[in-house]
T-cell receptor, first 116, second 109 residues
């Protein structure tokens, strides 16, 4: 149980392209979803928290116009990296959590984004 | 501030036992999670402790002492596939997980 699917796994694209990443909870309802990025050998960095049907809460320093998050249903959240540039290249990982706040976050497999 | 202290790297032998320690300071506390992360992959959930004591789950056990701000993950009968980073993640008063860089565990034959 508690499976989270994230697509795509890999994206390589040109600078200036917008990239959409999908995160789906397959066998549970995800009241809250989280978006992280991780650089090699560094800790997970929380970018934003989204609750179904409401606007995402972004962490300090994360540009909300750059990283658009939509959590339209209890099983789907999307992250769109708009006008991506090489410095946006990273490992992006989503996680999903059921209603109770002390439930574990279950992670998708991550998306490796490379901007040329 | 909030912080986590874990060893950066540990080495152990296949078949042995290893204990990965974690000390933490958080604004409030709502439990502590342990996750495993293989290189290049996303984390997977291992355990959750909210009360003091030991939680056993197969080859893995996790211990918590809230008064000491201390937890450990105990791995028994180590296998090569246990080579990974282990992330200690306490949850603060806002139910936010605090992430450190984790402990890289290297298993040798």
């Amino acid at each position: 149980g508690a499976v989270v699917s994230q697509h795509p796994s890999w994206v390589i694209c040109k600078s200036g392209t917008s990239v959409k990443i999908e995160c789906r909870s397959l066998d549970f309802q995800a009241t809250t979803m989280f978006w992280y990025r991780q650089f090699p050998k560094q800790s997970l960095m929380l970018m934003a928290t989204s609750n179904e049907g409401s606007k995402a809460t972004y962490e300090q320093g994360v540009e909300k116009d750059k990283f658009l998050i939509n959590h339209a249903s209890l099983t789907l959240s999307t992250l769109t990296v708009t006008s991506a540039h090489p410095e946006d290249s990273s490992f992006y990982i989503c996680s999903a959590r059921e209603a109770r706040e002390n439930q574990p976050q279950h992670f998708g497999d991550g998306t490796r984004l490379s901007i040329l | 501030g909030q912080n986590i202290d874990q060893p950066t790297e540990m080495t152990a032998t296949e078949g042995a036992i290893v204990q990965i320690n974690c000390t933490y300071q958080t604004s409030g506390f709502n439990g502590l999670f342990w996750y495993q992360q293989h290189a290049g992959e996303a984390p997977t959930f291992l355990s959750y402790n909210v009360l003091d004591g030991l939680e056993e789950k197969g080859r893995f056990s996790s211990f918590l002492s809230r008064s000491k701000g201390y937890s450990y993950l105990l791995l028994k009968e180590l296998q090569m596939k246990d080579s990974a980073s282990y992330l200690c993640a306490p949850m603060d008063s806002n139910y936010q997980l605090i992430w450190g860089a984790g402990t890289k565990l290297i298993i040798k034959p």
